[in-house]
């Protein structure tokens, strides 16, 4: 590990007291890793069913497991299947602490590269809508990526500076603001983060937090919330931001998050109902997370769901998929299925609105990869189911062209594994033409 600046170890010193010996121990230690299973897909009981690793609950996340770094989930057909997430597991914390319901209007402000984002979007249940933004477009492809393969229809990735944009006003009932921020609870899994302390340390990141917690609360709707978090330990990050919104905003209000074993609380009075992860008191990183309410709860309006027709194209009579609460757009040669909602994106950098359907050529319509991950191995005719241990499956993630005569399927085919779709292929006299994105390819 990079050495660490005395004037951190000094900080760090006063903060953790008689646990700081604990603490440089723990920085020596091995990280844990987790996945987070994707329960838009898969239900948690169902996939420790089929799940081929040896995993462990993580405590604080209902979906959330530790897993053997030797199992390499990151490599097996599941994952390109979408059922599940590969996250830091004091990360998950955030997304599982805000209370999202249906049909709730969402912000995820610093979404990239998706985790938080994809929490979020498993409780909408496909409803409402769920803004996932990120400042860096590169970063927000990143974000889009891990939301297509998730099978996420709901969502409007942005590439949007927040402090610039001043039209969502009261506009979100609910937002997860992950702040940037110093990054000292990372130092232990990302050393390289102590370089980029050395030159932006809390100061820097302070001032921003502010201003970003402040532009959050505007675009909150009465009665809404915010998940305000960092992974870092600093006082001027955390509980002085969120002192300074508590000041500023007579109508916000701390509320109470659930303790586990080894969770501290916030370390001022207004900031008690906080909590602080440690990695020498818990198996996980550094994490501050702070649950914030704008005025009173109020009761949403149950809405019904409005069935609509589908295009007239012969690809989607081979579909049993239900599209609801949205309208079709064509732009240019590409069909999206929009949500409604009532939000002015005109003019922002939005690289994705809703569910992109797919594209036109030559007056013939070719699916997306994302719409084969909305899918199910029911809402679609003609389909290849295979094992996941069948090393076609390999074969088709690496995009080449595969075997599939025992299948007597002819034209597009939705290709699943054990169940689950992983893209189309065209299937022709028992050969499948491979329509796998290359950017996705297995590696």
């Known amino acids: 590990m990079e050495k660490l600046p005395q004037s951190y170890l000094n900080e760090a010193k006063e903060l953790f007291k008689e646990d700081y010996e604990d603490y440089l121990e723990s920085l020596a230690s091995i990280h844990l890793n987790g996945l987070r299973v994707n329960t838009s897909k898969i239900s948690v009981e169902d996939f420790l069913k089929i799940a081929p690793f040896k995993l462990e609950p993580i405590p604080w996340c209902h979906d959330g497991f530790y897993f053997n770094e030797e199992d390499r989930p990151a490599k097996h057909p599941y994952y390109y299947a979408g059922l599940y997430y590969i996250q830091e597991p004091s990360a998950m914390l955030p997304g599982e602490v805000l209370p999202i319901e249906e049909n709730d209007i969402v912000l995820d402000a610093c979404a990239a590269p998706g985790g938080k984002s994809l929490k979020l979007a498993d409780k909408l ?95 909150l709707k009465d009665g809404g919330m915010i998940v305000y978090s960092t992974c870092t330990f600093s006082k001027k990050e955390n509980e002085e931001v969120i002192e300074y919104a508590l000041e500023k905003y007579s109508d916000i209000k701390v509320l109470p998050i659930k303790k586990y074993e080894g969770f501290v609380s916030g370390l001022t009075d207004k900031t008690k109902s906080c909590v602080r992860l440690y990695p020498h008191r818990i198996n996980g990183e550094g994490h501050f997370v702070a649950l914030l309410q704008k005025g ?64 036109y050529k030559h007056d013939r319509f070719e699916p997306s990869f994302a719409l084969a991950m909305a899918l199910d191995k029911n809402s679609f005719r003609n389909t290849i189911d295979l094992r996941s241990d069948d090393e076609r499956v390999v074969k088709y993630l690496k995009c080449e062209t595969i075997n599939v005569s025992d299948f007597n399927n002819e034209g597009y085919a939705l290709i699943i594994v054990d169940g689950q779709p992983l893209g189309f292929g065209i299937s022709n006299k028992g050969i499948l033409k491979n329509k796998y994105p290359a950017n996705y390819r297995y590696k």
Do not use: W
């Open 296 to 359: 009173n709860t109020k009761e949403k309006a149950i809405k019904d769901k409005k069935m609509i027709d589908k295009p007239d194209e012969p690809f989607f009579k081979e579909s049993d998929y239900s599209f609801t609460d949205g309208t079709f757009i064509k732009r240019e040669n590409r069909l999206y299925f929009e949500p409604l909602h009532d939000l002015d994106l005109k003019g922002l950098r939005v690289l994705r609105s809703g569910l992109y359907l797919g594209e």
């Open 125 to 219: 249940k496909n409803t409402g809508i769920l803004i996932s933004n990120d400042i860096s477009v590169s970063r927000a492809q990143i974000l889009l990526s891990n939301l297509e393969r998730h099978g996420v229809v709901n969502s409007f990735v942005m590439a949007e500076d927040l402090l610039k944009i001043d039209r969502f006003v009261g506009s979100f009932d609910k937002i997860l603001l992950d702040a940037p921020c110093s990054g000292q609870g990372m130092f232990r899994k990302e050393p390289e983060l102590i370089k980029s302390y050395m030159q932006r340390d809390s100061d820097y990141y302070a001032l921003i937090q502010k201003q970003l917690l402040c532009k959050a609360i505007e675009m």
